[in-house]
């Protein structure tokens, strides 16, 4: 198997400077070249640092862009930056280079050909393109630049969106085909999908599709800008910017752009004519109101009366205007439900404006995409892959109609005047009622040309529990559920709303390790393929035993999660996390305590509870204290090492990347590890337990010598406090928020450093966070965050 170590990027512009930063993200030495600035002056021709002012200021825009393309900024040194006339060369040291420069077809063809002179043979050659068909792009190349020759399209911001297109062309190599599928999802943490060289490939074909077809359906049906926004975002399982934010970030001229190049190269398209860009839009062009890199589209920000409010674009008039949503019956009923199968059936069954521009939507994108196959692919669930990694959707178009109902919807289609590809009825006819199924925990789906299910191929190594559905679990509430993984493994999937802590959930945790002691099993992993791992302890709850002041049951629910915190530790069987998203709060602290994490790279993990008014109580504030006495090393280094660690708490820290965990002392070398496709990371956590357990696990001896530096390490938090209150940078109830901490971490009013146990600093702490909820403004700022969802600083 091939080995990547240094990459080219040719180009250094949008698409450029981010593939390069996320090669650097997974390690791997990067050279980043773009042109010489045309407009240099004679006298600056030879210097070099004006000869690279392109390339360096691209990258530097992009470093600094929002969100960060880069996991950790001491990544970026791994970029080393060049341009075409000097530094082409280099190439030649390259395992794969690939080309993100302008999309012209000559322009191309031209820095191909200067490619040809350097690059070494046998070195992957790819290209970013988002629509030149790659046959041209090899026209006049060698038959080494054709073997090894491919398009690898990355989609916007490349380090976020999980899509890699893989785009063969009619000479490419099946190695590196195969190469590029393993690359993309065990090294660059990607979705890969083979495509066909057909224009706009997969995602963009589809994804312009459902955008043009609603244009269209606004046409018809008069629905304003945002009434169409809440309709097409999280409602259905697409992302909060919807159809129109959405367009005003891409930029409008984009959209035309794809739309156009289908039009034009698709003649034998039957819904070509859904890509014939509306009027309104075109005019939009025209204004320059291309959204958000034109200031503005089909929205607009505006200071009326001196408010900044959201204006949206009424696309009759083309005037903007105050948005006013329309309510709708079946999206209020649709809303109260959390599972998205349940709110798209409920959506389908609508009598209203609303369900009735759903499903002709609906009707027209699963029309399309009966269509395209195989068109754009010989299998149908590389569309969906397609959609879910590119454009955000949680679902794709054949798992939707599945949902609804393959037949029924098909009834209804031709009742609309849709006829969906003749495949469609054919494998209603043999018998075949939906395009998926799955049977053992594995997915199939509907295979064409031999009319039989199939397994679907890239995930055989993927541990997806809503595919355990159909079995019996170990154990189940209705705050989680238990599952065997396989090989004497069990994992514990919390199924909670943000997936928060409560009863249920310490239940299914205590449940999962008796069960795994008691009969034998290797271990236990705590994961879930929700987006987030977990948002933290049950704050309802919390607050409403506070407001209610039953301190009793409060210090009884604090000691249960600490408990059941260090049972993850000490337990005689390991137990591995697979934290990914949000951890944050009591989700950190969990995966602070147990054996090993196997962390997602995109794990956005911190110890968040000032923002509510506490201290970490299940654990954490005692982990940070136990953490800090290993790190202790030459006396004078132990007020720095604290002040350091407090301060990550009291400001609620957050790592935006799991390699920022290590660096704020949540991650640890000695046990924890990054998994950079989240896909991977149960499956992995399982491996390491496996691991554990093979190299002859046993329980770990509760500590009793942490050093505690009393009234030393307190006398040096305080002073910082009170001039951090004084400073006006901390109101006073930050200020008390931040004593208890300092308090908890120095082990209490101790007279000298001294070695105390863990219990002995979970009371501390355990006392501490009661304490504070005994506090009126600890209350108002945990009601903020429930109420608002944004934390209060009072
Ligand atoms: P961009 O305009 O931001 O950058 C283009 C780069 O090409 C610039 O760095 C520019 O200096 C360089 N360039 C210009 N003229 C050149 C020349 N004559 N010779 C060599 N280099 C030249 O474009 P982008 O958005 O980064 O797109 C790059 C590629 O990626 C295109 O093929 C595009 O279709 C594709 N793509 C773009 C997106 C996106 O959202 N922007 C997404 C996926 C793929």
């Not at 046409?219 to 367009?247: C, N, Q, Y």
């Not at 962390?599 to 136990?626: C, D, M, Q, R």
């Amino acid at each position: 198997m091939r080995t990547i170590k240094k990459v080219a990027v040719l180009g250094s512009g949008v698409m450029g400077s981010r593939i390069a930063c996320h090669f650097a993200n997974i390690g791997l030495q990067v050279l980043l070249l773009d042109i010489v600035p045309m407009d240099l002056k004679e006298e600056d021709s030879k210097n070099p640092a004006k000869r690279n002012s392109l390339v360096n200021a691209a990258l530097q825009a992009a470093l600094k862009s929002n969100p960060s393309p880069i996991y950790k900024a001491s990544f970026a040194s791994r970029i080393k930056t060049g341009n075409f006339d000097d530094n082409l060369v280099e190439i030649k040291e390259c395992d794969w280079v690939i080309e993100a420069i302008v999309e012209r077809l000559d322009i191309k063809q031209q820095l191909f050909e200067k490619v040809e002179q350097y690059r070494k043979l046998g070195t992957l050659i790819t290209s970013n393109t988002s629509g030149i068909p790659i046959n041209m792009l090899i026209q006049g190349r060698s038959d080494d630049f054709k073997k090894y020759f491919c398009g690898t399209h990355f989609f916007n911001p490349p380090r976020y969106l999980r899509l890699f297109e893989i785009i063969p062309s009619a000479y490419t190599d099946k190695e590196v085909i195969q190469f590029f599928e393993y690359y993309a999802d065990k090294f660059l943490g990607k979705t890969p999908v083979l495509c066909k060289d057909t224009p706009a490939f997969i995602a963009n074909r589809v994804g312009v599709f459902s955008m043009a077809a609603i244009f269209k359906l606004q046409l018809e049906m008069g629905l304003s800008v945002s009434d169409i926004d809440g309709l097409t975002g999280t409602l259905i399982g697409k992302p909060k910017s919807a159809t129109f934010r959405t367009a005003d970030v891409v930029g409008l001229d984009t959209l035309i752009k794809v739309a156009k190049g289908v039009y034009e190269y698709c003649p034998n398209d039957l819904a070509r004519d859904t890509f014939r860009v509306p009027a309104y839009v075109l005019k939009m062009e025209e204004n320059k109101w291309l959204g958000d890199k034109t200031g503005q589209g089909f929205y607009k920000k505006a200071v009326i009366d001196g408010k900044k409010v959201i204006l949206e674009l009424d696309l009759n008039t083309l005037e903007y205007k105050a948005s006013e949503k329309t309510k709708f019956a079946s999206v209020g009923e649709a809303k109260m439900v959390d599972s998205l199968r349940t709110r798209l059936k409920i959506l389908a069954k609508g009598k209203d404006k609303a369900a009735e521009f759903l499903n002709k939507l609906n009707y027209s994108i699963f029309d399309y995409v009966s269509h395209r196959v195989p068109e754009i692919s010989d299998e149908l669930f590389r569309i969906d892959d397609a959609m879910k990694a590119g454009f955000g959707w949680d679902i794709g178009p054949f798992e939707h109609w599945d949902i609804l109902g393959v037949e029924s919807v098909l009834t209804l289609m031709k009742e609309g005047g849709h006829q969906p590809a003749a495949w469609v009825e054919e494998m209603l006819t043999l018998g075949n009622t939906s395009f998926y199924k799955i049977e053992h925990g594995i997915q199939y789906y509907y295979d064409i040309p031999s009319k039989s299910y199939k397994v679907v191929s890239g995930k055989e190594s993927f541990i997806i529990l809503d595919y355990k559905r159909g079995e019996t679990p170990i154990f189940k509430n209705t705050g989680c559920t238990v599952h065997d993984i396989g090989d004497g493994v069990l994992c514990v999937e919390f199924r909670t709303k943000m997936n928060t802590i409560g009863g249920e959930v310490l239940e299914g945790i205590n449940k999962a390790i008796d069960i795994a002691e008691a009969e034998g099993w290797k271990g236990v992993v705590l994961g879930n393929n929700a987006p987030n791992f977990s948002a933290g302890a049950n704050l309802a709850i919390v607050l409403m035993q506070a407001i209610e002041q039953e301190w009793d049951e409060l210090n009884f629910a604090v000691r249960h999660f600490q408990n059941t915190v260090m049972r993850l530790r000490y337990s005689s069987i390991p137990v591995v996390a697979a934290p990914h998203g949000l951890t944050l709060g009591g989700g950190c602290e969990m995966s602070m305590h147990t054996d090993a994490c196997m962390a997602a790279a995109e794990t956005y993990i911190g110890l968040v509870e000032v923002g509510v008014g506490v201290i970490p109580g299940g654990g954490g504030s005692k982990e940070f204290a136990l953490r800090l006495s290993d790190s202790f090393g030459a006396e004078d280094t132990w007020i720095p090492k604290l002040s350091e660690r407090f301060t990550t708490i009291a400001t609620a820290k957050t790592a935006t990347s799991a390699y920022e965990a290590f660096d704020i002392g949540i991650f640890d070398h000695n046990k924890d590890f990054v998994v950079v496709n989240p896909d991977r990371a149960i499956s992995a956590a399982k491996e390491k337990v496996l691991e554990l357990y093979n190299a002859g696990y046993t329980k770990p001896v509760m500590r009793e010598d942490i050093l505690v530096l009393g009234r030393t390490g307190l006398a040096a938090l305080y002073a910082g406090i009170a001039s951090f209150q004084v400073g006006r940078y901390a109101s006073a109830h930050d200020a008390l928020i931040s004593k208890k901490l300092a308090y908890v971490l120095c082990g209490g009013d101790l007279s000298e450093p001294t070695r105390v146990s863990e219990q002995y600093l979970l009371d501390l702490e355990r006392e501490a966070f009661l304490s504070l909820c005994g506090e009126k403004k600890t209350l108002e700022r945990m009601q903020s965050v429930l109420t608002s969802g944004k934390p209060l600083r009072n």
